[in-house]
């Protein structure tokens, strides 16, 4: 997509979802909750999702030790800070892309499969995301929620949101999970036909994409390793219990009466809204975490969209700063960036 292109639909997505988020609540109202709101909670909160980076970071260096063990926890911490710093300032999230190549740059490692142990975190997230979804969905106030209609549009929204929200997702995850699977366990299937192609003079293209699927594999090889296996299924749980930990705090901030298992619910429209190609997710994800609370919850308009900016605030300014703070300590400067972000886009799913 061309650039200009691409500014032009993250442009009309924000304007379009702030536009539906603005016009559902007083904004004097939302101003008094914000007012009322707990800064101790709300500072506790943002700490506590700092902590889910750490995590994240962690898992990182095990999904890396196949490519190259023992990476230390500084240079995982800094690039991954500066890589989410350019998906929330940046849209479509070019930053998955960028601090894999400069993780790669760091410690002169191969980029195909430190992109691919990447693509084996988002694959990890999905699933644990999906999974305490599930473990929700199935106690009886997880059913309950989800199968309520109330008597207003929000309920509608949220309800049908939801179940199309975990269709995709469950399609992307029946889809990616077999794909991983044949590439780890079954490595020749693909390279092995390449490589007797190649044997017979077809060199070039044939060669240089045998090499790709060799180092994807190798960033993927955390699977077949039942212990490293074991940690980064431990971390992601550990992880996005922490996330969960987090976003409920924020709530609490403004008294709203969710308990903790509510978030497995909540995570999931989150989720979808910071993804979505505008910088951060801004637009999406506070109109999705406004309906979601009123339409599941019933939480009022006022209070819903003072959280959802509160969360959404939380989220995205520490790590920008951090990201700055990393940038300028490890001396990388803003046209390096901008140089992987745009060699980048062609590479990027």
Sequence with gaps: MKPALRVAVSLLLTGSFIYLFAGRFDLGAAARALRDASPWLIAASTLVNLAAYMIRAWRWRVLMAPVKKGIGMYNLASTMFIGFMVSFLVPFRLGEVVRPVLLA?????????????????????????????????????????????GHGSDADQASVFLRHAAVWVGGLVAVALPAVIVLVLFPNVLAGPLKALHGRGHGGVAARLTETIEKLVAGLGAVRS???????????????????????????????????????????PLGVGIVMPTPGGVGPYEYLCQVSLAGFWDVAQ???????????????????????????????????VRKMARNSEGSAP
Excluded: N
């Excluded at 924020?250 to 978030?263: E, K, N, S, V």
């Excluded at 509160?310 to 703070?325: D, F, K, Q, S």
């Design 105 to 149: 740059r760091r410690e002169k490692v191969s980029v195909t499969a430190t992109l691919a142990t990447v693509a084996l975190e988002r694959l990890f997230d999905v699933l644990t995301v999906m999974a305490l979804l599930l473990a929700f969905v199935l106690t009886p106030r997880g059913a309950a929620l989800v199968s309520a209609r």
């Design 226 to 268: 039942r212990r490293q296996l074991a940690q980064s299924v431990a971390l992601s749980f550990l992880m996005w219990l922490v996330i969960d930990g987090s976003i409920l705090l924020g709530l609490r901030a403004f008294g709203l009466p969710l308990r903790f298992t509510d978030t497995f619910l909540l995570v999931v």
């Design 302 to 336: 006022a209070s819903a969209g003072a959280a959802a900016i509160t969360l959404h605030a939380t989220t995205l300014l520490p790590t920008i700063v951090l990201g700055l703070l990393f940038m300028w300590k490890g001396g990388v400067r803003p046209a390096e």
